[in-house]
């Protein structure tokens, strides 16, 4: 059939004329009567010249818009294992990236910064504040670990093994510290002037320092006996680098790096970088020199010294670089505040690492993005007058994992088709709202919300009361209008309105999936605010019809929040609490979907939590969570079985992953369907048998990301562990867990600190803590992730605890 909403976009030019053509005489056919005939065709030239409009406005070509940033890059290093990733910026914050799994791990409230050094072996971060004072930094934890009894550092360096700290003052003295104890180890014989760049060598045997005099010196480690002054420099000296064979790099005030291979004193060549002062220079172990002096681009040279690629930043200069490990890439950073990767190759910008006060992002050069849930809100891409945030482009660009795949795997990408945003989108519709005027009474009321198309078609119009959509039952009507000239659609919702404030929402997705700038009403019903009912479901499952699967904490875990629960009873804040459970053998798919159908009834003002405990997997990069029942088919021998399986045992997993398991998709139609508009999501869920695959957690991540913004509610997973890091004995509980526990009784309380906690506090408070926390008791990796998009509510008191606490403090 004829579909005048997709036309505008899969034809051009020429082209879409004559489709059009073509398609109304195919629709109307040559035996209809005259008049008929004459007012079709009046019809089809209406649309034909209202789809010849969309197609020459079609194509936004919008740009990136950061707010709250960081501010400027005042420092970057990498560990020698290139694990690690430390920025300093000038809002004082110090971000620390994992290169490994693409994410920022820590963000330390350091102050100005104007040196750090990472030790990869051993976790620690250092840094020298504007006063010349340096401290060292346990990253896992994002907590000082010790201050070093140094005055005037200029340069820091961290030993290869983490083990020794080396400084250099304005005054030219160069010491050793353990990193370990801060107790000085060695200070260094002359270093002859004013020490401004320090490195060590690879193997951690041989400290370089080179400073105003022109020299560079060497001593041995850990001894500190001098080795050789190597001369030639053109000016001071004021960046250093070892390559992996011994060739130390020194890079000068005047802009040229000298290179001298091992156990010269004379350089073996020079790089003429640029006209100004070398600000930070980065060697790869084949040789290949990154240089950067402070203008808008950064040069790459070979070993020999041939220039291989020259990168430029549109948006500001490059003070640091760093080469990306494993992978033909070089990062920048400078005055913009962010830091970019390029490719070596051809020199087009890969991806951008975005800092800002809120969190964290991650950009690739077609506008695929990964963040953190604070970050995200401060990027946004405009277009002419109109901004669009940048999770209105979750469902074709929202890429987990990003940074990783960019270095490591861009053949792992979810989202491989989607096409460079800043070359052209078609725009999304727009959306209007119309809402009952003034005070409404509560109870059921009529919304109507019409959509404009503007070249991207109208797949989808959703309406959000306080933050949670509204389920596809509540529409009564849709129909297609005529909106100022353009095709459009109207769809009326009914919606249960309750006293006080309501917050109504409106989008509209084009058949790029891209959302619309939202239309937003208020709604005042003047009547009795009453309580909240409390409903907490709760699903943990140790036993598995397959004993391979068996788990020991979920339960635990479960009961953990049902304990909770249970103290919110008479606390004031709720009407009542009522508990769902189910455990083990009971926590069938069933009775799952039974304990869901149960929360259809529950009130708009009500809260709902969810919390489920057991076996998560992914099949067709979906997650899903496991009943009891899965497994029973299965050949588990032990929890490795996979890897002696192959791929038949991979296959027969997914096959019952997929036929047994509850998938993100059915957790938000059920989510759809609950009565309250204020719903938290929890998921500890491990995957099963030992199955994982690299970036799999990625998809598990991307499937429940949609499910939070697209049902408006609030979803903490932490879905990317392996089944050894839920049973952590000295906690009592699995990290994810305990974290929540502890959050829940009111050590999230902060932002504010007014006595109640809310599920945003919940979810921040939980992101912050779970990774430390598995790493200091399990050794393993764990990192959750929260998914915000409905309305902030409240989930209880803090509890006598935290009241205490702050009583003191106060």
Known sequence: MFNRRRLSACLTGSALLAGLLLAGLLVTGWSQPAAAQGAIMR???????????????????????????????????????????????????????????????????????????????SRTLATVGPDGSVTLWDILQGQPLRRIAAGGVQAVRLSPDGALLATAAADGTVRLWSAGSGQPAATLPGAGGAVAALAFSPDGRRLAAGGADRAVRLWSIPDGQPLATMTGADAAVTALAFAADGTLHAGDAGGAVQVWRAGSTTPARSIRAAGSAVTALAVRPDGLVAVANGSRSLGVWTGEGRQLVSVENPEGTVAAAAFAPGAERVIGAGSDGRARVWDLGSGALAAQLIMTRGGWSVLDGAGRFDGSDGGLGDVAWQAEQEVFEMTNFSQPYYEPGLLAKTLRAPAALLTPGAPTVTAGIAPPPTVQIAAPAGAAAPGPASVAVTAADRGAGIAEIVLYANGKALDPAAVTATEDVDVNGQPGRRVTFTVDLVAGTNRLRAVALGDNRIESVPAQALVTVVAPVEKPVLHVVVVGINQYANPVLELNYAVADARGVTAWARKQTGGGVFAEVKLHELYDRQATRANIGSLFAQLKATRPQDVVVIYVAGHGENAEQSWYFLPTEFGRNLPFETAAGDARGGQAFRQAVLQAVAADGISARSFYRNVLQIG???VVLLIDSCKSGGVRRAFEADADRRALALVGQQAGVHILAATDKNQLAVELEALGHGAFTYAVLNGLGGAADGNPADGMVSAREVLG??????????????????????????????????????????????
Do not use: C
């Not at 649309?47 to 005042?74: E, F, H, K």
């Not at 693409?102 to 990472?118: K, Y």
């Not at 912050?768 to 998914?787: G, I």
């Open 43 to 121: 019809n089809q030239t209406r649309i034909i010249n209202q789809a010849v409009t969309n197609q020459v406005r079609q194509a936004l070509r919008p740009r990136l818009l950061v707010r709250d940033g960081a501010g400027a890059v005042s420092a970057m290093e990498t560990g020698a294992a290139g694990r690690h990733l430390a920025l300093a910026s000038a809002d004082g914050g110090v971000r620390v990236w994992d290169l490994e799994s693409g994410r920022q791990v820590q963000r330390l409230q350091a102050g100005p910064v104007r040196a750090l050094a990472v030790a990869d072996a």
């Open 676 to 678: 309250a508009q204020h």
């Open 765 to 810: 408070y939980a992101v912050a803590q779970v990774p430390a926390m598995a790493l200091r008791h399990s050794q393993s990796e764990q990192n959750p992730t929260a998914f915000s998009r409905g309305a902030d509510f409240t989930l209880g008191p803090a509890g006598e605890r935290q009241a205490k606490a702050r009583k003191k403090k106060s």
